[in-house]
């Protein structure tokens, strides 16, 4: 379990984060909601020690952060992180060369699943393909954790469709999952739990299945309720 | 440990193409300027010699005979080595800042390997100190092939052939570089890479801070320079002339020690507690 607890984290005198808690469990799909500057990607980004807080703990199954936890966790950030010169292939074998969790098995499924090329440089690729392979190095980790930030941002629909589908896959299945996004139509229907930030502190916490079966709501539907308010 | 030797091969594998540039330039240019120089002198010499009807006695004593001397001394030359100086200067601050800059944040990837943070800094030290010894190798072995051209032109009454040591000695920018002595080694080599580690240090400062951590990172650099010079400023100032020569030079490899154990355990603190990416 990811337990996030009284995080706060200021940028110069704005405080961003003023003690934001929750919890993301091992095969449920966590969705981190918030308005532009809410953040969420510092949440993702002090999750996996990117940026430092203030104050508060983030615990991953019980311990901090560590250079062993980046083989139970990793972070599929909206920017690729490899270098624009190296091919797909490169790329994954940087990744194999490095992560004892790498499974190449599942790379190469990955590779066809988004009909991609190992040849191809990653300079070269579109938007929708350097989102694609920017899930591949982070989906074949042989991770229990997976962190997305913004994974639909600024991609084609038929991306976005291909995308979401992994979400329902075999290669999502059992892990933590905490995704940040602002295109909740795509994955709504996927999401176990909802958390919805402003202005630096977690406003509702809430089950989605819950929600839609007990209340009938949608989770765009909690959404506009409390954030009109 | 085998993550570290993966870095360092990485990080050198990203410079390579410019690095196999300026050794080009400079094995292009070293060679070009024997032949130019070597040509020269001998336009000269078949000037004087045989239009002017000068004796090759009275030549030689008026224009002395051609050595590598004449070749270390012009543009051709030391302009290489500069441009490599100054590349690798530049490349010492680049090889952080364009980790973070552009479309592709590498450093995310960086942070996120599963190996200890300190590996990242020393393996980017490494490869700068790998490079720096790489083109001195490059200039050691291109000395005796500059010599052998100039051998191939310069006839030998004009010539006067010196050893790679002599070469070395002539030419006193060569003599830092190229230090003929293991303690000359350690000094110069020591300093160079106390330099870079403390540069590492104050550009994380910046990474970690900002525009505070530019304050921070100058502030830092200027307390290593004094904390290195401490012993050689005691000694001037505080107990004047009290040292002998060798203990001077142990209080400064202590002083040396202590400034880059520093640099890496603040290097070692901020890529663990306080990098932002």
Known sequence: MIEVKEITKRFGLKKVLKGVSFTANKGEITCLIGINGVGKTTVLNAIMNLTPIQSGEILIDGEKISKNSYEKITFIPDAITMLPQMTIGESMQFMKDFYKSWNQARAKELLDFFKLKEEEKISSLSKGNTAKVNLLLGLALDVDYLLMDEPFSGIDIFSREQIADVFTSHLVEDRGVIITTHEINDIEHLIDKVVLLDEGIVIKEFNAEEVRETEGRSVVDVMREVYKR | MMNYVKLVNFELGRFMKIYLVLIGITV???????????????????????????????????????????????????????????????????????????????????????????????????????????????????????????????????????????????????????????????????????????????????????????????????????????????????????????????LECVAGFIVIACAIWTGHYLLNRKIRV
């Open chain 2, 28 to 250: 292009v240019s070293q060679i070009a300027g024997v032949m130019v120089s070597a040509n020269s002198y001998l336009n000269i010499a078949s000037e004087e010699m045989n239009v002017n009807s000068l004796s090759m006695d009275a030549f030689l004593q008026m224009y002395g005979v051609f050595s590598m001397n004449n070749v270390t001394r012009t543009l051709w030359f030391f302009g290489p080595i500069a441009l490599c100086a100054v590349t690798l200067l530049i490349y010492v601050l680049f090889i952080w800042y364009r980790d973070w800059f552009g479309k592709n944040t590498f450093i995310y990837r960086l942070l996120m390997l599963p190996t200890e943070r300190i590996n990242i800094y020393l393996a980017k030290a490494t490869a700068i100190f790998f490079m720096v010894l790489g083109l001195i190798a490059c200039q050691l072995a291109l000395i005796p092939i500059e010599g052998k051209v100039m051998q191939w032109m310069v006839p030998l009454d004009l010539r006067i052939d010196l050893t790679t040591l002599e070469v070395i000695h002539s030419f006193e920018y060569l003599g830092i570089m190229i230090p003929t002595t293991f303690s000359q080694f350690l000094v110069h080599y020591g300093i160079g890479l106390m330099a870079v580690l403390v540069m590492f240090t104050a550009v994380l400062f910046e990474r970690c801070f900002r525009m505070k951590g530019i304050i921070l990172g100058v502030v830092y650099a200027v307390i290593s320079f004094f904390a290195f010079i401490s012993p050689l400023l005691i000694n001037e100032f505080v107990f004047p002339m009290f040292l002998y020569p060798g203990e001077l030079f142990i």
